[in-house]
């Protein structure tokens, strides 16, 4: 659907078991793709067994070689087949940003896009941005203004926040820009308005807020 | 996700005849809706022709001091360009009150007009759905309604075109130049773009099998002042109840295209014609045909009221 509705925001009946649970029925359903790699697709207007492809493209500076089933989507590529679980899967269909990662700097929603309209591109997942011990300002902020409970969402909101900071520098409007011939500035409207593809359920706005504004007005 | 084997198209031409040559297929360029679509599985292509190699993303000026939009131009960029939001206010206006910055990001020019209604009852696959499912009836009709359409619907469906873009590119006049499978290209004015549901609402555009959209075209710049203001449920992030697209002059004049009230941006030109005479009368004329339920009704006196708000911005512009 794209643009939230609030019946479709996926709750806390997600545990983190149930989590587990999925994400080993993924790693098993990627180990099935494997097997039918042998074999060849039903010919016919529609293929019945997984078709497999090759992509390649840049994960964090590291080149990323896959075969993948054609129906995988970057999420899952990042997920499942690199492991790379810090981007996080929350309601699948682009309304709640968790899966938020970029692409040549660009942010986008991973969950809707497929691997293999990526090839030769350059994705950095939040694994990119910065390591515990040499944090990203944004992810350091996060910390220390407290911008999360359960965490879920946060990926998704830091990756975010660094591209909508470098929209703005860009001069690309937004909903809630005054004047559209002048460039964009940098306030609490602008903010709240241009994050608006990243939900929390915890309801920790305010503290999201206070980590983007330290970090705005640090590299204003 | 049903099965589909994919391919990258190399040119315009190249991606039209493949489309013809696998029944079903199904162009992606930023996948936002489709993708969405697929894992549903109300799209099942078995074949899927990736676009976005085209080279389709150029904005250039015209000889006619207009421009054309490459079709594969991502709505971020075609709302952040220098000409668009100099001359065509109102299409950058309609770009930024849709979707979220990472969906414009990855949503094309072409996309974005081709883009499915979002009817709960099209999403609900245990719904009837004639545009879904043609033949299995109208599930919105006598349900819960209040999103629906007013304007130019049928006993088969009451779905909304759910694109803000496509009014402010209604509203200006804008042409759509497509090729089609047999290499043969044509320019279809937005105007006559959409098809209306009448009995078969599964029938969305006027394009034929296989036929490629490769640009939208402005015509010169009308000047003005461009408004778009958008109505919605959520001050963000949400489709249109209703949205008003407006270019006003300086003497009154001008023209007014509405979202969220059809199955395609609605513009009426006699309503253009009332416009120095105030919201009342221009929405008389817009709204003339409305059907409505008991739920949407209430979309005739917001579009009333938005269209007094644009108008009291214009002249205070």
Redesign the interface.
């Known amino acids: ?5 609030d019946s479709e925001i996926p709750s806390g009946e997600f545990s983190r078991r149930k989590f587990l649970l999925t994400g080993a029925a993924g790693a098993a359903m990627t180990g099935l793709s494997r097997l039918n790699a042998q074999e060849q ?1 039903t010919p ?8 497999l ?1 090759r992509v390649s493209f840049t994960v964090n500076e590291k080149m990323a070689e896959l075969e993948v ?3 995988t ?1 970057l999420l899952d590529a990042l997920r499942e087949h690199l492991h790379l679980t810090g981007t996080k899967k929350g309601c ?3 309304q709640c ?1 968790a899966c ?1 990662v970029l692409s040549g700097g ?4 991973s ?4 691997a ?2 990526h ?1 030769g591109d350059k994705i950095t997942t939040i694994e990119g941005l910065g390591t515990p011990d040499r944090l990203h300002p944004m992810q350091r902020a996060f910390v220390k203004c407290d911008g999360f409970q359960c965490g879920y969402c946060t990926p998704g909101q830091i990756c ?1 926040a660094v ?2 900071l470098d ?1 703005i520098k ?6 809630v ?1 005054q004047d ?2 002048s460039a964009p500035a940098f306030n609490a409207a602008e903010m ?7 939900l929390c359920r915890c309801g920790a706005y305010c503290n999201i807020a206070e980590a983007i504004t330290e970090v705005a007005g640090r590299s204003a | 996700m049903k099965p589909f084997t994919y391919e990258r198209a190399t040119s315009p031409a190249g991606a039209a005849a493949a489309a013809l040559r696998h029944p079903g297929a199904r162009f992606v360029a930023g996948g936002t809706n489709l993708l969405d679509l697929m894992k549903l599985e109300i799209e099942t292509p078995p074949h899927l022709i990736d676009v976005n190699g085209l080279k389709l993303d150029a904005i250039e000026s015209t000889d006619d001091g207009g421009l054309r939009i490459g079709a594969l131009v991502r709505n971020t960029d075609l709302a952040a360009d220098e000409r668009v939001r100099r001359d065509y206010g109102v299409l950058s206006r309609a770009l930024v009150a849709g979707a979220s910055g990472q969906l414009r990001n990855m949503a094309t020019t072409a996309g974005n007009l081709l883009q499915r209604t979002r009817c709960p009852y099209f999403y609900d696959t245990n719904q009837a759905c004639n545009k879904r499912s043609p033949g299995s009836g109208c599930a919105a009709i006598g349900g819960f309604s209040r999103v629906h359409a007013v304007l130019g619907v049928s006993d088969t469906c009451i779905a909304t075109h759910p694109s803000d873009m496509a009014v402010g590119l209604r509203v200006l006049d804008a042409v759509v130049e497509t090729i089609r499978p047999d290499g043969t290209v044509r320019t279809i004015p937005l105007a006559e773009f959409y098809r209306l549901p009448g009995k078969e609402p599964q029938l969305e555009t006027v394009l034929d099998p296989g036929e490629l959209i490769t640009a939208v075209l402005l015509p010169k710049p009308v000047g003005g002042v461009h408004l778009y203001q958008k109505v919605r449920d959520r001050a963000s992030y949400a489709f249109a109840l209703i949205s008003v697209a407006a270019i006003v002059q300086k003497d009154g004049t001008g023209r007014v295209a509405l979202g969220g009230v059809a199955p395609k941006p609605w513009r009426v030109e006699e309503a253009d014609a009332e416009m120095p005479n105030g919201a009342r009368a221009v929405a008389a004329k817009l709204l003339a045909q409305a059907t409505t339920t008991p739920e949407n009704a209430f979309k005739l006196k917001l579009v009333e009221r938005t269209l007094a708000s644009v108008l009291a911005e214009a002249k205070g512009a």
């Open positions: 659907m794209n643009e939230p509705s697709p016919g207007p529609h293929p019945m067994k997984p078709i492809t089933d054609t129906r989507t699948d269909q682009g940003g938020t660009r942010r986008i929603n969950c809707l896009t497929l293999v309209m090839q975010s591209a909508m929209e860009a001069g690309i409007p937004s909903h820009t559209l011939t709240r308005e241009r994050m608006s593809g990243n």
